[in-house]
């Protein structure tokens, strides 16, 4: 028994694990909402402004520059975005997307997303 499965019982060894791979993995994952960018036109964290064509979305997190793809839950359509701002600020949702980036994956309001770092 290696030290981690020593000091913790049965079933968080898995969730530490699962966690410790990702993290040391090339790619990071995440699920939750995903919503529509409502400061388009606006400057952003990163200093760039919000284009609703872009495809771009906000972050908690990740580094500005970051290429992540999401993938809508509902329908398996994904798109690849980068994080140019800080958000979103509301509990339960992981990225703000911009209205062409939604609008590729299907939807309009919320949605259920995966997000994978893909740089």
Known sequence: MNSLQSCLPGKYVLAVCAVSLMLSGAAIAESGLASVYSHVG???????TAHPR???????????????E???KHNGKTVVVRIID???????RVIDLTPAA?????????TLVSITVVN
């Open 42 to 48: 606006n400057q952003t964290a990163s200093g760039e």
């Open 54 to 68: 872009a495809l771009a979305g906000a972050h908690r997190t990740l580094a500005f520059g970051t290429k992540v």
């Open 70 to 72: 999401v993938t809508n």
């Open 86 to 92: 800080r958000g979103p600020f509301v509990r339960g």
């Open 102 to 110: 939604a609008q590729i994956l299907d939807f309009s309001g919320l």
